[in-house]
């Protein structure tokens, strides 16, 4: 954990940092194929800055994040043997991935939506979607869907309430978006049911 919460100290360093807009979509980028550190950790204190550029900020982290997850669907078809089962293995992923493979492609854009939007680590998600050969572009319009969703609301947040949402985003809007996702496919396998 020492590893991690220094990599999340470093990254909210950048924040200030004149090229901080360029750092943060390296940092989504990354973290959407290998980095554990979230961009939220340094685009939530750039907007907090600079709110007039919260949308420009949550624009460019959403197009690094969908670019980075293309790159773990890379991973996933070209490096899985070495790159994606370490990375998986880091993630406590590993054993599940063969029996999760059978069952991936039926619901994968379900899996990139909820993983692009909930605290489950995405580079999981996009990583398993290039190994077990989801649709390119259902794994592309769900990426941009989820990001989209994910930092533009963080973004909207933000620019509306400013620093006094910081707290809350940082606690509990991952727990939020988990609880919309449950309730959401709950709706849906009650309506398909009724």
């Not at 592309?140 to 947040?157: D, K, N």
Request: net charge positive.
């Amino acid at each position: 954990m020492t590893m991690i919460r220094r990599a999340y100290d470093w990254t909210l360093s950048l924040a200030g940092h004149r090229h901080a807009l360029g750092v943060l979509a390296i940092v989504a980028f990354v973290e959407s194929s290998v980095f554990p550190v979230p961009p939220d950790a340094l685009m939530i204190p750039m907007i907090l800055a600079t709110p007039s550029r919260a949308f420009l900020i949550a624009g460019v982290c959403t197009a690094a994040s969908v670019l980075g997850g293309l790159f773990g669907y890379l991973i996933g078809i070209a490096l899985y043997d070495t790159v994606g089962l370490a990375v998986l293995d880091f993630y406590g992923q590993t054993a599940a991935a063969e029996s999760f493979n059978v069952r991936f492609n039926q619901h994968g854009a379900w899996a990139v939506l909820i993983a692009g939007i909930t605290p489950f680590p995405y580079k999981v998600i996009t990583i398993m979607s290039g190994w077990t050969g989801l649709s390119l572009p259902v794994f592309v319009a769900s990426s941009i869907v989820a990001r989209g969703l994910r930092f533009f609301v963080v973004a909207a947040l933000l620019w509306r309430f400013g620093a006094s949402m910081r707290r809350f985003i940082e606690r509990y809007l991952g727990l939020l978006f988990t609880a919309f996702v449950v309730l959401l496919i709950g709706g849906l396998a009650m309506a398909r049911y009724l």
